[in-house]
Nanobody, 116 residues
Framework: QVQLVESGGGLVQAGGSLRLSCAAS????????MAWYRQAPGEQRELVGT???????NYADSVKGRFTISRDNAKNTMYLQMNSLKPEDTAVYYC??????????WGQGTQVTVSS
């Protein structure tokens, strides 16, 4: 069974922090590179960053130095720590694997709203 469940979103003031979680089914998580994506209103979905199964990370330039992706392989869970949030970070955030993303399979996402 394929399962992706994002949580932890909310409303935060600019400069604040949030920590998102992604619970994935083991069949998806165990050896796969995982990724966070986001989609702002009226915009295309964009890649925020990725983390390999051994913990190597890459980030979009727009979030580099502010966001940190981590994962707990024992819990099949990935995290996105977001610091120094800006209004332009407002979006629905999704977790996925690149493989499922290419096939347009997505979870429900979690809304992050940053007020100025």
């Amino acid at each position: 069974q394929v399962q992706l469940v994002e949580s932890g979103g909310g409303l935060v003031q600019a400069g604040g922090s949030l920590r998102l979680s992604c619970a994935a089914s083991r069949s998806i998580f165990r050896t796969n590179t995982m990724a966070w994506y986001r989609q702002a209103p009226g915009e295309q979905r964009e890649l925020v960053g990725t983390i390999t199964s051994d913990g190597s990370t890459n980030y979009a330039d727009s979030v580099k130095g502010r966001f940190t992706i981590s994962r707990d392989n024992a819990k099949n869970t990935m995290y996105l720590q977001m610091n120094s949030l800006k209004p332009e970070d407002t979006a629905v955030y999704y977790c996925n694997t690149p493989f499922l993303a290419q096939r347009n399979y997505w979870g429900q996402g979690t809304q992050v709203t940053v007020s100025s």
